[in-house]
Structures are given as C-alpha cells and as structure tokens.
C-alpha cells in the first residue's frame, strides 16, 4: 500500500557492512511491524513498535538485528555486519491500532541484496 | 501456536476459468484469517479477512473465501480470473493479540490466455 514508505526499495551491501531500513507509517498510524520474506518464502514476523517502545521483537535474531521507532521519524531496522543469508525482502507494516481487526498496511518493500 | 499450509505452491488457469488456492490452518486458540495479493516487487494488499459472523467472506476484486472450522480451512476462490489476477497469494493467520500474522508460503497464480 502507498501509505507505508519504505526506502530505499533496493540496497546492495558487502559482507560485513550495515544496512538501515526506513519505514514511515500511514499517517494516523501509530504501529509498526517489520517482516522478512526470505527468497520462495512467505513472510516472517520480525517486530512490533511503538513510539519509543518495542513491543514484541520475538521473530528477530538475537544478534545484529535491531529496529527502532522513535518519537519523531522513521522506523529504523538495522542490520549489523551482514552476511549473505540477510539477503531478503524487508516490509514494514503499520496499523492504527494492535486490535483484533485492524487491517495492517504493508510497504512496498525494501530488497537487500548482500555481495 | 499457529501455522498456516498453502497446498499449491503454483498455479497454473486459463482466462476466465475459476480458480480456488487452498489455504489450512492450525490453531489452539481462535483464530482471524486473511488473503493477501503480491503482484511483483510490491508490497501486500489485503484481498480479504475473516473475523467471525458469515462463514463466507466477500474481498475485492471478485475473490471470496469460505471459512471453515471443522475443515479448518480458509479457501481462496473466483468465479472468473483474468490476466491481471496474476500474482503470489498468501494465506495469514492471527491469534487473539492480533500483534502478528502467522504467513503461508504462498501459492503463484498464474492466468493464462
């Protein structure tokens, strides 16, 4: 959905390196969720935020992954000295309420391709 | 915990046949359904959801879904596809908290001429 903006939509990073993901929300929207769809896969829950609160990170790796929404700005999911199993596509969703119900709107995706 | 199985992993029709992707869930609690539709290099859109009432669920597009809880199945279909139905389709599931969707691996939906 137009509503969530995700960039960049591609980004090719070296082993080793950081990639950062950026998702502004629908306007109104004060959730944010972060999946992964690996290649030939559906998606994978990554996270859910708040502002300035993570909600529920159960579906991120325990190490290098971290993601953000602070109080002004962007989501922010970074990805710390990635290898090339971090290839994937990255969405971010977002919601104006966590309520059984709610229709969560999905970016258009940001493709991270790791050399 | 929840899990969600898309039977068909591809799917080849003709234009202007029907068409149905299967879609079964497991759950131990009660669960909310969704269809979603990913045309390429895009993000999803949500084609349809289940969360209690009428079995039967009207999404855009044309596509319905029949919620079936004996079955514990939740099937995709339409009367008539076009070209432009081409797409991933994927089965979603959430439980009561509604924080996150439990996905499908997905079925391609490819229409002929």
């Known amino acids: 959905n137009a509503g969530v903006m995700q960039n960049p939509r591609h980004l090719v990073r070296r082993r080793g390196q950081e990639a950062r993901l950026r998702c502004s929300p629908m306007k109104g929207h004060s959730h944010v969720y972060w999946y992964r769809q690996l290649p030939e896969e559906g998606l994978k829950f990554m996270v859910y935020l708040q502002k300035e609160n993570i909600i529920d990170e159960s579906g991120m790796p325990k190490e290098r992954f971290s993601a953000e929404f602070p109080k002004e700005g962007p989501s922010i999911l970074r990805i710390q000295q990635v290898v090339r199993g971090d290839s994937a596509a990255y969405f971010c969703?977002?919601?104006?309420?966590?309520?059984?119900?709610?229709?969560?709107?999905f970016g258009e995706g940001s493709w991270l391709t790791v050399v | 915990a929840q899990s969600v199985t898309q039977l068909d992993s591809q799917v080849p029709v003709f234009e202007e046949a029907p068409v149905e992707l299967r879609c079964n869930y497991s759950s131990s609690v009660s669960v909310y359904l969704f269809w979603y539709v990913q045309y390429p290099n895009q993000g999803l859109q949500l084609l349809l959801k289940?969360?209690?009432?009428?079995?039967l669920v009207k999404g855009i597009n044309g596509f319905e879904a029949e919620f079936n809880k004996s079955q514990t199945s939740f099937h995709l279909r339409k009367p008539s596809v076009h070209i432009s139905d081409t797409a991933e389709y994927f089965c979603?599931?959430?439980?009561?908290?509604?924080?996150?969707?439990?996905f499908g691996s997905g079925t391609q939906l490819t229409v002929l001429p």
């Open positions: 289940y969360l209690s009432g009428s079995t």
């Open positions: 969703a977002s919601s104006p309420q966590s309520q059984i119900g709610n229709t969560i709107y």
């Open positions: 979603a599931v959430s439980g009561s908290s509604a924080r996150q969707l439990t």
